[in-house]
């Protein structure tokens, strides 16, 4: 059985539809990003980046104990690997994959959070105008190139559908939050309306749609230690004591 520590996030989102896809079964283990279940100890056994999702396999390949994986781009991999589907066996196409993998990771998905946060914020802590327009301006440019990318071709990689088309797509639903109009990319356009229509990106996307935080009730001071917790982070300590330097 595969346990998906998951809060229904577009990096979330990825690995459920991957999962929807291949269909396997899975456990959902709540990982409350707003209540800060991402530091607890037993979290960080799993993954030391302090950030969901994470996975782990209690029965992998080898016969041996449970692994953990995380990151969503190496969970996918890892999962892609363990079913032997969405991802070509000849090396040519395995690169193909991986480096539109590693380019969301590296570009579409902390560059759109970033655009999503800014635009968000307002002016609440100051003129934010450079930020929105710096980050809105590239993930229009990611657009374009999904856009370009998707010309002659109904996939992100080719002819077939596979990871690299369920990494990027959860990434692109809040269009319109990111400043974006879509009708201006046609072949982006009619990929991404395929891909709404598939049944199993259906099933993933709404995987935890019943999980929420009632930040309504919460009074000014709990939203700003949220804030503050969500995102104005710093390094967690390392232990004095018992490493390789004693």
Same mark, same amino acid.
């Given at each position: 059985?595969?346990?998906?520590?998951?809060?229904?996030?577009?990096?979330?989102?990825?690995?459920?539809?991957?999962?929807?896809?291949? @269909?396997?079964?899975?456990?959902?283990?709540?990982?409350?990003?707003?209540?800060?279940?991402?530091?607890?100890?037993?979290?960080?056994?799993?993954?030391?980046?302090?950030?969901?999702?994470?996975?782990?396999?209690?029965?992998?390949?080898?016969?041996?104990?449970?692994?953990?994986?995380?990151?969503?781009?190496?969970?996918? +991999?890892?999962?892609?690997?363990?079913?032997?589907?969405?991802?070509?066996?000849?090396?040519?196409?395995?690169?193909?994959?991986?480096?539109?993998?590693?380019?969301?990771?590296?570009?579409?998905?902390?560059?759109?959070?970033?655009?999503?946060?800014?635009?968000?914020?307002?002016?609440?802590?100051?003129?934010?105008?450079?930020?929105?327009?710096?980050?809105?301006?590239?993930?229009?440019?990611?657009?374009?190139?999904?856009?370009?990318?998707?010309?002659?071709?109904?996939?992100?990689?080719?002819?077939?559908?596979?990871?690299?088309?369920?990494?990027?797509?959860?990434?692109?639903?809040?269009?319109?939050?990111? @400043?974006?109009?879509?009708?201006?990319?046609?072949?982006?356009?009619?990929?991404?309306?395929?891909?709404?229509?598939?049944?199993?990106?259906?099933?993933?996307?709404?995987?935890?749609?019943?999980?929420?935080?009632?930040?309504?009730?919460?009074?000014?001071?709990?939203?700003?230690? +949220?804030?503050?917790? +969500?995102?104005?982070?710093?390094?967690?300590?390392?232990?004095?004591?018992?490493?390789?330097?004693?």
């Amino acid at each position: 059985m595969l346990d998906l520590h998951y809060w229904p996030t577009p990096n979330g989102k990825k690995v459920t539809i991957q999962l929807e896809e291949c @269909g396997i079964p899975y456990n959902i283990v709540q990982c409350n990003i707003g209540k800060g279940d991402q530091f607890d100890s037993s979290f960080l056994d799993i993954c030391p980046n302090n950030r969901m999702p994470a996975l782990v396999d209690h029965e992998p390949k080898d016969g041996g104990e449970p692994i953990s994986v995380f990151e969503s781009g190496a969970i996918m +991999l890892y999962i892609a690997e363990k079913t032997g589907q969405f991802m070509p066996e000849d090396i040519r196409g395995r690169y193909e994959v991986t480096q539109w993998l590693i380019w969301q990771m590296a570009n579409q998905g902390p560059k759109t959070g970033e655009c999503g946060h800014f635009r968000r914020l307002g002016d609440s802590q100051g003129d934010q105008s450079y930020a929105v327009t710096r980050f809105t301006d590239e993930v229009n440019r990611f657009y374009g190139v999904l856009n370009n990318r998707l010309y002659n071709q109904p996939y992100i990689c080719g002819d077939e559908y596979t990871i690299a088309d369920m990494i990027c797509y959860p990434w692109t639903v809040n269009w319109q939050g990111q @400043g974006q109009d879509i009708n201006e990319f046609k072949y982006f356009k009619r990929w991404f309306d395929e891909l709404s229509d598939r049944p199993g990106v259906k099933k993933g996307m709404a995987v935890g749609s019943e999980f929420a935080n009632d930040y309504s009730k919460m009074s000014e001071d709990e939203l700003a230690a +949220l804030r503050n917790m +969500l995102y104005n982070q710093r390094a967690r300590p390392a232990p004095d004591t018992g490493g390789l330097l004693d």
